[in-house]
């Protein structure tokens, strides 16, 4: 029950059932569960061709292959397909499908045209590097097949082969490729690569560039970027690149430099980061010279309040002294602003410059006025401090005073203001209730109020 009259003689004996031939031996359609359709390549040129397998699942488990004997459905006429092998006729995509007992799968083949590499440019990376380094060239190839391809690519030197690659390039595309070879004495030598002449490449002595200084600073603080810089100086008379190494702080910078006949200057960024108080050592290497430079990561100025005495208790009209201690706990000196707040009321004392570690005393006048509790703070930079102080009743009416040009009358709450010019000694009296406290600072910002510092 095999050949061509299988499926005729089949359906003869069992009449009423479709039977269907395959590679092998017929089958009743109703017992195929699944089909397949898969291509050896999917991807073909016009000039190749390529293979199709027909699988039928069926329901007993078992499978066969109907390559030779499927009914294919072809949506064109871009193929042929003959005992299982497919040949294209043009360029184009096309969906190859099979159909039994209701179950379909379907195949796309892309036929294209033949790849075709050609070289559209080559050069030499530079025209001059040191004996016993790497030159290279640089080259770009360009498929105007369809298919992707490979082009195998030799560099000559003087006529004799120093190094041989293959490119790989895809279906209309293009790709840059550097072929590099280890070069050794000094000279001039005729570079090819492929079919195209690149030029002369110029090999100097080694001590034709040397690498004289590297400069980096010697203290910084965290946040942005510093300058290294490495000084090399070309005693040839032509530019000529060298392989250059940089370290530091974790960063490791391989590169080629193009230094020109006399002296040039690289510069390497490098982020200044946490954490403080280490020393970053950079060095730079070309060929057995490396050089180093360090850098120390410092803290910026940072300002706190190391302390605020006050006393624990005063009687109404009296006069203490409130001393502020601010330090600068950072590496570098700096400025910060230094403000006292009495009783909510904030005022900027004084612009205050410390150096690294260095501490200052601020002294501060006031007289208390209304009995009950008094509070003070004092603050720098990121840092503050408060205190509070206990004003105890005094029988009478008192006096506050405040030193330096005032003017205005006490409000109807009994605040005080002042008005009118000075008394004959710089002050202005007011009677009554009063500010409450009245503060005496230096008369700084036009604030009208006296400080007496004591450092």
């Not at 193929?79 to 796309?108: F, H, M, Q, R, Y």
């Not at 909510?344 to 690294?356: F, M, Q, Y």
């Amino acid at each position: 029950m095999t050949g061509s009259a299988a499926k005729e003689h089949m359906e003869y004996l069992f009449v009423g059932t479709d039977f269907m031939t395959t590679d092998s031996y017929p089958v009743l359609e109703q017992h195929v569960k699944d089909v397949d359709v898969s291509l050896t390549n999917s991807l073909v040129s016009v000039e190749d061709t390529t293979d199709i397998t027909v699988r039928l699942d069926l329901y007993d488990g078992s499978t066969t292959t109907a390559t030779t004997t499927a009914d294919y459905n072809l949506d064109g006429n871009a193929v042929t397909i003959e005992d299982g092998t497919l040949t294209p006729a043009e360029t184009g995509k096309t969906n190859i499908s099979v159909t039994v007992n209701g179950k379909t799968d379907t195949a796309t083949l892309d036929v294209r045209t033949p790849a075709d590499i050609s070289m559209t440019d080559a050069a030499l990376d530079t025209s001059a590097i040191l004996a016993n380094s790497t030159a290279a060239v640089t080259a770009t190839l360009e498929n105007d097949g369809g298919m992707p391809g490979s082009e195998p690519i030799s560099t000559t030197v003087e006529g004799e082969t120093v190094h041989s690659d293959t490119v790989h390039v895809g279906g209309h595309d293009e790709t840059t490729a550097t072929f590099s070879w280890s070069v050794g004495q000094a000279g001039s030598y005729d570079i090819t690569l492929g079919d195209h002449d690149v030029g002369e490449l110029t090999v100097v002595d080694n001590d034709s560039v040397r690498l004289r200084d590297v400069i980096a600073p010697k203290t910084v603080t965290p946040g942005g970027t510093y300058a290294v810089k490495a000084i090399f100086e070309n005693t040839a008379d032509t530019a000529v690149s060298v392989p250059v190494t940089f370290r530091g702080d974790g960063q490791i910078v391989s590169d080629r430099l193009r230094v020109q006949p006399g002296e040039t200057t690289q510069t390497f960024d490098v982020n200044a980061s946490k954490p403080t108080g280490r020393t970053i050592t950079h060095a730079v290497s070309l060929g057995e010279t490396t050089r180093r430079a360090n850098t120390t990561i410092l803290a910026p100025a940072t300002f706190e309040v190391a302390g605020l005495d006050v006393p624990k208790t005063v009687d109404t009209g009296e006069t203490m002294t409130v001393t502020a201690t601010v330090r600068n706990t950072g590496d570098i000196g700096g400025s910060t602003a230094v403000s006292l707040d009495v009783a909510g009321d904030e005022r900027t004392v004084e612009n205050t410059s410390l150096e690294a570690g260095e501490t200052q005393e601020i002294d501060i006048d006031v007289t208390a006025g209304a009995a009950g509790t008094l509070e003070f703070g004092v603050t720098a930079g990121d840092d503050s401090l408060t205190e509070s102080v206990t004003v105890q009743s005094d029988a009478g009416s008192h006096t506050t005073t405040a030193t330096g040009s005032a003017g205005g009358d006490s409000d109807s709450n009994g605040a005080a203001t002042t008005a009118g010019p000075p008394d004959g000694d710089g002050t202005t009296t007011t009677n009554g209730p009063g500010f409450g406290v009245t503060v005496a600072l230096v008369a700084l910002l036009g604030g009208g109020l006296v400080v007496a510092r004591q450092q």
